[in-house]
């Protein structure tokens, strides 16, 4: 399989979540099932090991980095057996370089194709000292770039960063998620001035989602107009609702096709940034957003707890009431049956 090829296509890649018991212990079973889940749903593949994962997986007290990469890694083997299709497997590579090179020659040996290379660590870090840790890992293993937003542990980055960034030959895509428009330009541009059409934009923009999928980034290029579009989506808010989320990127790809818009969009485009709204606890900064995943997957019976390995990340007061009040809004972009129809066969 060529990985720029198949991300290209646009895809819903979630991020996975990690499945704890009510003693916060690992569930393999659980974790085996939300595996199954995603595969079932169609997607294009997984990132693992990332912020939706916990970071905390990697802490010596867990030691849980290998074996969550290597049963979803398994278990993603074991489904596509059945029905064999085209699947990207990420993994989510963190700290400074020799941790980063570890993680990555650890997700190889699991089958994985790419990571997602997180910039966390690097806070203090000048770009230079960043861009170089990027070359370096990316000579280990295909890379997918990470703009994360401040507020889930990243930090600004210049368009000069992204400019030199996009020369890096082995970085196949970039998640751009900084939740702002004005930095989600800078990537675009800087890869459309970059010259480099083989590298593949996916939104990680919870807060945009719709509006990111449809969106013509054009800029002059050598002057000329070059227009670029973001193909697909790796997202902690599609680790849940996932069956719905593949039908939706399915239709806006038939509307992109179609070259008429319908202004419907946007009001679908509120619909999902509302829904994200709940899901990630916005009006907490964020706060509550791995919990509300898992409480959406608790309540579908996929996951037995909202357990994080940090047990001061709960949900925020008046979530809860927030979920209820969107899956009643807008039955039409959750999965809840299409969940209860399997749910027992991947839990098996």
Known sequence: MNLRSHLQEGHVIPAQPLALDAQRKFSERHQRAITRYYVAAGVGGLAVGVHSTQFEIREPQHGLFKPVLELASRTIDEELARKPRPFIKIAGLCGRTPQALSEAETALGYGYQAGLLSLGAFKQDTEADMLEHCMRVAEAIPVVGFYLQPAAGGRLLSYSFWRKFAEIPNVIAIKIAPFNRYQTIDVVRAVVESGREDLVLYTGNDDSIVVDLFTPFTFEVRGQPVTRRIDG??????????????????????????????????????????????????????????????EVLRRQGLVPSINCLNPHEVLSPGQAEELDRVCRAYPQLIDDEFVAAHRDVWLA
């Open 233 to 294: 989506g790796l997202l902690g808010h599609w680790g849940v609702w996932t069956h719905a989320a593949v039908n939706l990127l399915n239709e806006i790809k038939h509307a992109r096709k179609s070259g008429s818009i319908d202004a419907a969009w946007l009001d679908k485009a509120i619909v999902v940034t509302d829904m994200n709204a709940a899901l990630f606890d916005s009006a907490n900064k964020f706060a509550g957003c791995i919990p509300g995943i898992l």
